[in-house]
């Protein structure tokens, strides 16, 4: 079992920048893919980035290719996702997300272990 535990979400300003945070711990999360997702109000959760935690390969959405930057500090089993040049369409919960194998997948059911979502909101 792994155990997602995230932080740093909170309101700020279109063009503004946000740093969220997700400490891993229980199992060993070096044969792991985390990613992020984000669900706004009334919409269906969505892949944002994932990362390999073991080699670091990424994998972006277009809609965040380019602002957001996702990364890995080993010493603390955690995994973070940098936003910068936010918009008011990046409003969302944001989830940290962990799946039992290495190679990086998009889909919300391909993820076995899951963070309890963190507020982002971006003002106009």
């Known amino acids: 079992q792994v155990q997602l535990v995230e932080s740093g979400g909170g309101l700020v300003q279109a063009g503004g920048s946000l740093r969220l945070s997700c400490a891993a711990s229980?199992?060993?999360?070096?044969?792991?893919?985390m990613a992020w997702f984000r669900q706004a109000p009334g919409k269906e959760r969505e892949f944002v980035v994932a990362?390999?935690?073991?080699?670091?390969?990424?994998y972006y959405a277009d809609s965040v290719k380019g602002r957001f930057a996702i990364s890995r500090e080993h010493m603390k089993n955690t995994v973070y996702l940098r936003m910068n040049s936010l918009t008011p369409e990046d409003t969302a919960v944001y989830y940290c997300a962990a799946r039992d194998h290495l190679d990086i997948r998009t889909g919300v059911f391909e993820y076995d272990y899951w963070g309890q979502g963190n507020q982002v909101t971006v003002s106009s």
């Open positions: 990362i390999n935690w073991s080699g670091g390969s990424t």
């Open positions: 229980g199992r060993t999360i070096s044969t792991s893919a």
